[in-house]
């Protein structure tokens, strides 16, 4: 799949996802086989998605450096990513993990999707 072809199902995935408000999504290719997508979705209640992903196209497109921040104004909710935090070492999906206000827990990489999903059932919308 090319990078074009992947934001576009991004968008399509967006503008199906219930109580989006906003969105802003920018995507830059990186010659030759790379590219790293930016965003940021505005739900109904005001709380925000923040996200990147970094890819490589070739010969598969692959998600390689992730990370979903998900708050309300400046308050953290849950950020997933996959940065190297020592923090986050002894946990068995290292270096795949998610930060909650308590800390931090281990997690597998989710997809975009899934971070949509988790996100629309908190949420608190009439």
Known sequence: MSLS???AALQALVAATPFVTATALAYEERP???GLIK???LFADGSQLDFKEFLITRPTLRVIKYGYHYR???RLIFRY???SDPAARTLPTFPSHKHV???LLAAESPSLEQV???IVSQLKVP
């Open 116 to 118: 949509l999903q988790e």
């Open 72 to 74: 309300s104004d400046t």
């Open 101 to 103: 206000p308590s800390g």
């Open 81 to 83: 990513d996959n940065a």
């Open 5 to 7: 072809a992947h934001v």
């Open 39 to 41: 965003g940021n979705i």
């Open 32 to 34: 030759p086989s790379a």
